[in-house]
């Protein structure tokens, strides 16, 4: 595998680019890790907000068949 060559990107000291692939690289290591960070607490948020609702719907749904019950139970007296 050949080497990365990075050439610094003008007035931007975090940035340069990878002449193999024309990409700009940031190369702020401590900013990477601080968007993998936001990113991971996102989708933590996302899946803990995901669970939230899907035991309201469950809730939504037993609570329909309690009343369901009770108005067979009514009709029948």
Do not use: C, F
Request: no cysteine; aromatic share 2%.
């Amino acid at each position: 595998m050949e080497k990365k060559e990075y050439v610094p990107v003008e007035d931007h000291p975090t940035l340069a680019r990878d002449m193999s692939s024309r990409a700009i690289v940031n190369t702020n290591m401590q900013a990477y890790e601080a968007a993998v960070k936001r990113a991971t607490a996102v989708k933590q948020q996302k899946d803990s907000l995901r669970d939230a609702v899907r035991d309201i719907n469950s809730l939504k749904s037993e609570m329909n068949e309690i009343k369901s019950l009770l108005l067979k139970l009514v009709d029948k007296e």
